[in-house]
């Protein structure tokens, strides 16, 4: 590929940099747009993003807002029509802090004094605007051909919560309009597949502020689903010999300090609770009082693998500006395991939990998945474990497992949790970045913290080693996640309403009401849509928003003959048949848990 960059010669590089580049030059041409429109701003960072760009500014007592955001887009298209150049030039230090001051420009300032002292302190010029910048940016705005300003959201300087709370303008740019339709197409795709809209109109949670950011609660339609994934899973364990137990939701800060949460996690848990000499917080993690369960009583190496599982609530004190519905909350429900094995078990539970994880993906279709073993920084000695000889052999142990199983793996420096290696599985949604679903972690650690111990073969007292695993992740997560990609389509044993009875009219409501109870009877979740309206209407009303996979339309015909018309939501088409047919149509399709949508 070939990019122009502001010394005016043609360079090689990759695409990736070449969007870089000119990302970061738009963020420059929308300041210049904010300095002419809004001289009294002030700017901070403004660097390019993975999908855009975002400049934070001080604009004072000024509280942008849409109408802004559009005057500023017509002043960006005339800097680029300006095809104004890019002008790079470096200066001391002293005289590098005299510009920035003589342009009002303290955030530059205040940068310039954390930098070393022999930085190069670089500028960028286009017309009357100057940035303090290393670069590279195009060589002429007009280079800039497709843009759009996205959003305006809050920003600490510095990402400090002490200082001031700046203006956060952010945008996308790209070479082509064709680019830019596109990046609206699958911004269009993102809203219309959003949990948190779905989530609305189906009527499957809701929050508050009242009750609290970032905590979520599950409305009766939500809750079907929630329950109906509890207890797929469990089955699923059941079968493989877990246990389940049910913990408490909060523990003593002793109990933290002693798995080592307290000192590489406190941060993000919620603040302490004093009652009666005793401190007490919302649990993050469930791992200590599985611990705890375990030492609770004496083991022999004939016990093991010993497999403690738990649908458990914990809480987690992210920023208010990562929340995201059900995805990301304070509060989540945690399908959370703890394997007790010997070393000699490890290869082979390791691999029982990998069949698990891909068995569950096979069930729920997804395919667009990548295996990450997620591994320490050793150069960061604060966030993980000092004990340089547990982690080596940790990191070698589930390296050997994951290769022997044949399961294709990258590696990733600075991922791993404080105390072990991991095996994360990052699915791809239909929109948006990946993340984690499920993982499975090697334990070294925190087993000897508890002093947990097994008696073995000859006798002898060993430290048993710990598996932490989430098939399901949380279930708020795998919840939101199974909405996106279905838009809330659910196959038919997740439905929060499998089928909905319509009747035509008043005339064939006696027959409609005895149809929905015959299936209420038979343990269907099933509504009655005897509201006065028109039947198109409340068909539509039934596939578009309740998105419920069967309805049956009942009309004076159907009652007098004894039978049913049924409506496929997923083909949209109407078939005749009796009620006993379609009774056992969709007990096959719940009992085979068909993807059908």
């Known amino acids: ?35 002419r429109l809004y001289p009294d701003a002030h700017f901070a960072y403004g660097p390019a993003t993975e999908n855009g760009f975002y400049y934070d500014i001080d604009m004072g007592d000024r509280t942008l807002g849409d109408e802004d955001l559009r005057a500023i887009e017509a002043e960006m298209k005339k800097i ?22 003589e342009r009002g420009e303290k955030y530059k300032v205040e940068h310039i004094a954390d930098l070393d002292e022999d930085a190069v302190i670089t500028f960028y010029q286009q017309g009357e605007y100057i940035d303090m910048c290393r670069g590279p940016h195009i060589t ?32 996308v740019a790209f070479f082509s309009n064709d680019e830019l339709a596109e990046y609206e197409r699958r911004v269009e795709e993102a809203k219309a597949r959003d949990h948190r809209r779905i989530g609305k109109q189906m009527r499957l949670f809701m929050t508050d502020d009242l009750v609290g950011k970032g905590l979520p609660m599950f409305l009766p339609k939500g809750y079907i689903i929630w329950q109906q994934l509890e207890d797929y899973i469990k ?51 469930n791992c200590p009082h599985h611990m705890m369960i375990y030492a609770s009583q004496l083991h022999s190496y004939r016990d093991l693998p010993i497999r403690i599982g738990e649908v458990a609530h914990d809480f987690r004190y992210e920023p208010s500006g990562t929340l995201k519905g059900i995805e990301r909350a304070r509060h989540f429900c945690q399908n959370d395991a703890h394997l007790f094995v010997t070393p000699e078990q490890i290869k082979s539970e390791v691999s029982a939990v990998c069949d698990l994880i891909f068995e569950v993906y096979r069930d729920f279709n997804i395919t667009d998945y990548r295996c990450v ?47 072990g290696p991991k095996l994360d599985v990052n699915v791809q949604p239909a929109v948006g970045a990946e993340y984690t679903l499920s993982t499975c972690q090697l334990d070294f650690c925190l087993p000897a913290k508890f002093d947990l111990k097994y008696t073995d073969k000859d006798g002898s007292e060993k430290t048993p080693v710990v598996l932490h695993r989430a098939i399901l992740g949380s279930l708020d997560r795998f919840m939101a996640y199974l909405t996106e990609e279905t838009k809330g389509a659910f196959p038919v044993w997740l439905a929060p309403v499998q089928v909905k009875v319509i009747p035509v009219s008043e005339k064939s409501l006696d027959y409609a009401e005895k149809i929905y109870e015959t299936l209420r009877q ?4 099933v509504e009655l849509d005897d509201r006065n309206e028109k039947v198109g209407y409340k068909i539509r009303a039934a596939r578009q928003d309740d998105k419920v996979p069967y309805m049956i339309i009942v009309g004076e015909k159907e009652a007098a003959e004894g039978t049913i018309s049924v409506r496929d939501r997923a083909t949209d088409q109407t078939t005749g048949s009796t009620l006993e047919e379609f009774v056992e149509k969709l007990r096959g399709e719940i009992s ?3 993807r059908k949508e």
């Not at 960061?380 to 547990?390: L, T």
């Not at 038979?522 to 979740?525: A, G, S």
């Open 80 to 101: 680029t029509k300006e095809n104004l150049p890019f002008k790079v030039y470096s200066l001391p230090r002293e005289e590098a802090v005299k510009l920035m001051e």
């Open 373 to 419: 073993l997620s591994l320490r920084d050793p150069e960061d000695k604060v966030k993980y474990h000092p004990d340089d000889e547990m982690w080596n052999h940790a990191e070698q142990a589930l390296r050997e497992v994951l290769t022997e199983l044949g399961i294709e793996f990258t590696e990733e420096i600075g991922e791993a949790a404080f105390y």
């Open 592 to 594: 085979n848990r068909s």
């Open 1 to 35: 590929m070939k990019a122009l960059f502001n010394d005016g010669h043609a360079a090689d590089c990759p695409k990736e940099l070449e969007n870089e580049v000119l990302r970061h030059s738009t963020a420059h041409i929308m300041a210049q747009a904010v300095k």
């Open 522 to 525: 038979e343990r269907f979740r």
């Open 140 to 171: 002429y705005t007009k280079a800039v051909k497709a843009f759009k300003l996205t959003t305006i959201s809050g920003a600490y300087w510095k990402n400090n919560s002490a200082n001031k709370m700046l203006t956060r303008l952010n945008g």
């Open 235 to 285: 089955d699923k364990e059941r079968m493989l010999g877990y246990q389940h137990v049910m913990t408490p939701c909060v523990g003593t800060v002793n109990l933290y300090k002693t798995s080592g949460h307290w000192d590489h996690y406190r941060e993000n848990m919620f603040p302490v609770m004093e009652l009666e000499d005793e401190q007490f917080v919302l649990r993050p993690m």
